[in-house]
């Protein structure tokens, strides 16, 4: 059974930082792409950031290049999303999703396991 499970969320205020997590069980982590999406209250759900399985290529959603960066360790089965200069439109629950065949690494539906998301939210 496979299971994502984040970590990390809090509540910080605006120009802070946040280091999220995201450990994996029951997958050979590896193989899989793994990407951070966010869902802000009354919006759909977004691409954030996305990382290849050797961990040596990845893309960022435009609103977040240069502030947060996305890494990985596979001996660890994790994923981390290192979030800095934080903004309040940045308040969003953030899930982290496994993809085995990515088509496009932005696309929710090339996503098949997702965990159940954690808080984050940024105050003014």
């Known amino acids: 059974q496979v299971q994502l499970v984040e970590s990390g969320g809090g509540l910080v205020q605006a120009g802070g930082s946040l280091r999220l997590s995201c450990a994996a069980s029951?997958?050979?982590?590896?193989?899989?792409?793994m990407a951070w999406f966010r869902q802000a209250p009354g919006k759909e759900r977004e691409f954030v950031a996305t990382?290849?399985?050797?961990?040596?290529?990845?893309d960022y959603h435009d609103s977040v290049k240069g502030r947060f960066t996305i890494s990985r360790d596979n001996a660890k089965n994790t994923v981390y999303l290192q979030m800095t200069s934080l903004k309040p439109e940045d308040t969003a629950d953030y899930y982290c999703?496994?993809?085995?065949?990515?088509?496009?690494?932005?696309?929710?539906?090339?996503?098949?396991?997702w965990g159940q998301g954690t808080q984050v939210t940024v105050s003014s």
């Open positions: 029951g997958l050979s982590f590896s193989m899989y792409r």
């Open positions: 990382i290849t399985g050797s961990g040596g290529s990845t």
């Open positions: 999703a496994a993809s085995f065949r990515t088509l496009l690494p932005t696309a929710e539906y090339d996503y098949v396991y």
